[in-house]
């Protein structure tokens, strides 16, 4: 069964620094997602893309995110100074305009 | 904007016992409701999804029960195995929104 993949599973960085995390959607959707879950908490949306925009985002993304989709098979976030506060699991998600959005086994976010 | 609580965090059940997780939401505008199931170090995974023309929806082993009226949302899982462990999340969209809204989600255990 075909599968959203994310790398690097685990990213650690040093607070002010910039991470990108990169994310493989499902071959055929068009749809992308970014979402995030704090340690103990809740599954969180940031951002949805369609057709090389962004089509919604939540008050979370912030200028200090931002989604590209820079070929056709990745699709990444970047954070540009990172903070304290964005440690935390990140998962992209992809649907093909259909429900339901399909998620990858994400990336663990350490800021030091 | 949409809340989605009812949040028992832990359930445990004896193998072979039917579970029922709940959950509810607060927009009366939400149109789509999903079930996923995240196992340690995973994604949240699709378990069964429903949409509000519709208030029974039942897969393999799984129903979903939807009562709009008072917002309220519900997983049952059948004759329950212990590859059943892992945390339940109900999610909702509506209103042309991207973005799924998740719950906190259920630690659902299962004892031999």
């Known amino acids: 069964e075909p599968e959203v993949t994310q790398t690097p599973s685990h990213q650690v960085t040093q607070m002010g620094q910039e991470v990108i995390l990169r994310c493989v959607p499902i071959?055929?959707?068009?749809?992308f997602y970014w979402y995030r879950q704090i340690l103990g908490q809740k599954v969180e949306f940031l951002v949805s893309?369609?057709?090389?925009?962004?089509?919604?985002k939540s008050e979370i993304f912030d200028d200090q995110f931002s989604v590209e989709r820079p070929d056709g098979s990745n699709f990444t976030l970047k954070i540009r100074s990172t903070k304290l506060e964005d440690s935390a699991m990140y998962f992209c998600?992809?649907?093909?305009?259909?429900?339901?959005?399909?998620f990858g086994d994400g990336t663990r976010l350490s800021i030091l | 904007g949409e809340s989605v609580g009812l949040h028992l965090p832990t359930l445990s059940v004896q193998e072979g016992d039917n579970s029922i997780i709940n959950c509810a939401y607060s927009?009366?505008?939400?149109?789509?409701f999903i079930w996923y199931k995240q196992e340690s170090g995973k994604g949240p995974q699709f378990i069964i999804d429903i949409r509000s023309n519709m208030d029974k929806r039942q897969g393999q082993r799984v129903t979903v029960l939807l009562n709009k009226t008072v917002k309220h949302l519900s997983l049952q899982i059948a004759a329950t195995q212990p590859g059943d462990s892992a945390v339940y999340f109900c999610a909702v969209a509506g209103g042309g929104a991207d973005g799924l809204t998740f719950g906190k989600g259920t630690h659902l255990i299962i004892q031999p």
């Open positions: 927009n009366s505008a939400s149109d789509y």
């Open positions: 071959s055929n959707h068009l749809y």
């Open positions: 893309f369609y057709n090389n925009e962004i089509s919604e």
């Open positions: 998600a992809s649907n093909s305009g259909v429900w339901p959005q399909h």
